[in-house]
């Protein structure tokens, strides 16, 4: 369980998570060299892990479409625990963890998935918004 900031740093460092925390309690966790990292907070009654993958496309091009077509077709079939959206201005990679029955195992999860989706999406997500230029 995670009832407080100590608990969930005292997770990171069981999974040996590289973690820099901010001033306002967001732990930022690395999720590989060259991607941006995941910031973890915990915002009770969830644990939330989020990555801003950069600017979503504005206007409706079919540059536009390919990606968000891409986005909801990587949601469907490779994530688990996490789910591309849009916040604003920024295509975002989140998740949300109930943190009153969290265990280890289940944020290892979800990092774990987060890092899989860098890895093998970040890519291409790269490539279709340099389309929108």
Same mark, same amino acid.
């Given at each position: 369980?995670?009832?407080?900031? =100590? +608990?969930?740093?005292? %997770?990171?460092?069981?999974?040996?998570?590289?973690?820099?925390? *901010?001033?306002?309690? *967001? %732990?930022?966790?690395?999720?590989?060299?060259?991607?941006?990292? $995941?910031?973890?907070?915990?915002?009770?009654?969830?644990?939330?892990?989020?990555? *801003?993958?950069? =600017? $979503?496309?504005?206007?409706?091009?079919?540059?536009? &479409?390919?990606? %968000?077509?891409?986005?909801?077709?990587?949601?469907?079939?490779?994530?688990?625990?996490? &789910? %591309?959206?849009? +916040?604003?201005?920024?295509?975002?990679?989140?998740?949300?963890? =109930?943190?009153?029955?969290? +265990?280890?195992? =289940?944020? +290892?999860?979800?990092?774990?998935?987060?890092?899989? $989706?860098? &890895?093998?999406?970040?890519?291409?997500?790269?490539?279709?918004?340099?389309?929108?230029?």
């Amino acid at each position: 369980m995670i009832h407080s900031d =100590e +608990d969930l740093e005292a %997770y990171l460092n069981k999974l040996e998570r590289r973690f820099e925390r *901010t001033p306002d309690g *967001t %732990y930022l966790v690395g999720v590989g060299l060259g991607r941006p990292p $995941a910031a973890v907070r915990l915002a009770p009654p969830v644990v939330v892990v989020r990555v *801003t993958i950069g =600017e $979503a496309p504005k206007g409706d091009s079919a540059a536009a &479409a390919r990606l %968000y077509r891409f986005l909801l077709e990587q949601n469907a079939s490779s994530l688990l625990h996490a &789910a %591309y959206g849009i +916040d604003g201005e920024n295509i975002v990679l989140s998740a949300a963890l =109930e943190n009153r029955n969290l +265990d280890i195992n =289940e944020l +290892d999860a979800v990092l774990a998935d987060v890092d899989l $989706a860098l &890895a093998e999406q970040l890519g291409k997500l790269r490539e279709l918004a340099e389309q929108q230029s």
